[in-house]
């Protein structure tokens, strides 16, 4: 077998580009049945890297099988020059923080600075688009800051809002406090990772009895907001007698966490629902009725006490049940994801490095029942790396659940590779 040689590869390039191959083939096809490709478009203040060596080359594959078997494609370049790549990449080279520096800048001087970047490295690009032989029109593309484009986009939206599919809506979503908008759930995916997060037993006061209710939860700051503790309705419960203190936890768990206990009575789930108990903290003063035992289906006996704190503000199930139950919505964090100043104690303070204080300040008070490390999965920013928060926001949506059965029909027309993937995400 030959040696391989890189300067073949060079020599077929530049035969191709002095012959204008590439235009020669759409030219010999512009009759035929078309075969539409949409080029998902890099951002081009980002330098490329293997990656996109990868994508280029897959998609490059298709379009030439297509293209001998007669098809007629419009190979259209494009350039996204909007979103998060490119305003991270000019708050880094501006040494600004947020969005609230980014303001004091000034938004048209900031916008201006977008404009600027999103072209950097245009000509890295374009050679490595060219050394990997992907034919694409890159002298007409599609840029998405341009206003025939942006254009598109408003009429995309005008559409669905005609069809009823945008809404406005508020609740609990994957929140970046750094970058200042929510994620999608594709992108959340895009960020776990495994970290160590302090993982706590409560006590919570059984409203006129020197009795407690044992929760457990690894986000010591959504303490400040709780309104509610859920328990499931089918499941045992019992309440104990342990190192002199009465509790109440779930029969599964009780054996699980602790030993030399004496049962002292048990009980349903449901048997419990509106046993009040007195609050943790009482920063804001509710309007709503708050602080007893709710039911729900998803308290788990896998982990934790079978018995959950309940925050609408930062859960989704949290907040499905704070519907239901119609209770208040205590929100005292802000954007940032700093606690407001009616948090007395932790105002200003980043909520995960609140954890501490709050922790030492259950201890204190008598109603930390327990403490250990807990390693979990937990999603970061995968833009900018800052731990997201789930943070109940008013935020526009498009309802893809009305599109379900479309979607599921047209999925069953699409050749996957590899096929697993067509019926298993």
Not at 119 to 148: L, Q
Not at 158 to 179: D, F, I, N, S
Not at 243 to 253: D, E, P, Q, T, V
Request: aromatic share 14%; glycine share 8%.
């Amino acid at each position: 077998m030959p040696e391989y040689s890189p300067k073949i590869e060079e020599e077929i390039l530049e035969y191709w580009e002095k012959n204008g191959i590439f235009k020669k083939s759409l030219e010999k096809r512009k009759d035929g049945k078309k075969f539409i490709f949409l080029e998902g478009p890099p951002t081009a203040n980002g330098l490329p890297h293997p990656g996109h060596v990868l994508t280029r080359t897959m998609k490059d594959v298709i379009l030439r099988y297509k293209t001998m078997q007669g098809y007629y494609i419009e190979r259209k370049a494009g350039w996204d020059t909007h979103g998060l790549p490119v305003e991270i990449e000019v708050e880094k080279m501006l040494g600004l923080k947020n969005k609230q520096e980014v303001e004091k800048y000034g938004i048209e001087r900031f916008n201006e600075e977008c404009r600027k970047s999103v072209f950097k490295y245009e000509e890295a690009w374009k050679r490595m688009t060219k050394r990997v032989g992907f034919w694409i029109d890159m002298e007409h593309p599609y840029i998405t800051m341009e206003n025939s484009y942006i254009e598109s986009v408003w009429w995309s939206l005008k559409e669905a809002w005609k069809q009823g599919l945008l809404y406005r809506g508020y609740r609990v979503t994957p929140y970046c406090p750094r970058c200042g908008t929510t994620l999608s759930s594709h992108e959340v995916a895009q960020g776990y990772r495994e970290v160590e997060d302090p993982s706590i037993f409560v006590r919570f006061k059984i409203k006129g009895k020197d009795e407690y209710f044992l929760a457990w939860t690894t986000t010591p700051w959504t303490l400040i907001s709780n309104v509610a503790l859920a328990v499931h309705p089918e499941e045992d419960y019992v309440k104990i007698n342990y190192n002199g203190n009465k509790f109440i936890l779930a029969k599964k768990r009780a054996d699980v966490l602790l030993k030399d206990y004496d049962i002292i009575d048990e009980f349903k789930g449901k048997e419990l629902e509106g046993t009040e108990y007195e609050p943790l903290y009482d920063y804001v003063k509710p309007d709503k009725k708050c602080w007893y035992v709710v039911v729900a289906d998803f308290v788990t006996m896998e982990e934790g006490t079978g018995i959950v704190h309940i925050a609408p503000a930062f859960g989704e199930d949290d907040y499905e049940v704070g519907k239901k139950y119609d209770l208040p919505m205590i929100q005292p964090v802000d954007l940032q994801g700093r606690f407001t100043d009616i948090v007395k104690k932790w105002a200003g303070m980043f909520v995960k490095d609140a954890d501490k204080g709050i922790i030492e300040d259950l201890k204190q008070r008598g109603l930390l029942e327990g403490y250990q490390k807990y390693k979990h999965q937990y999603p970061f920013c995968w833009r900018c790396d800052t731990p997201l928060l789930y943070y109940a926001i008013e935020s526009w949506f498009i309802g893809m659940s009305k599109l379900r059965e479309n979607l599921v029909k047209n999925n069953e027309k699409i050749n996957w590779y590899p096929n697993y993937i067509k019926h298993g995400r």
